[in-house]
Nanobody
């Protein structure tokens, strides 16, 4: 059974930092491209950052220089370090595995990030 345990969300003031974690089980984590997506009410879920199995990273323009995605395959965990947070970063953040050898993908349950004074 595939399971993701996300943690690290919460309430933070503008300019603050949070570190999201997503620990996977039930999948071969090392062959996942791992992504972080975010979604606000009434809007589509958009990719924020991505890291391949060989640790190539990509970011949406709005978070470049502020967010860093990383992975620890020994712990089956992907991280998203978020610095200089802005109110527009407020969303539910989801981790996502896209298998690099098949069309299968898997989603975490989401963690709320709220940036507010």
């Amino acid at each position: 059974q595939v399971q993701f345990v996300e943690s690290g969300g919460g309430l933070v003031q503008p300019g603050g930092s949070l570190r999201l974690s997503c620990e996977a089980s039930g999948i071969i984590f090392a062959i996942c491209t791992m992504d972080w997506y975010r979604q606000t009410p009434g809007k589509q879920r958009d990719m924020v950052a991505s890291i391949t199995s060989d640790e190539k990273t990509t970011y949406v323009e709005s978070v470049k220089g502020r967010f860093t995605i990383s992975r620890d395959d020994a712990r089956n965990t992907v991280f998203l370090q978020m610095n200089s947070l802005k109110p527009e970063d407020t969303a539910v953040y989801y981790c996502h595995c896209q298998s690099e050898i098949s069309s299968r993908d898997y989603w975490g349950q989401g963690t709320q990030v709220t940036v507010s004074p």
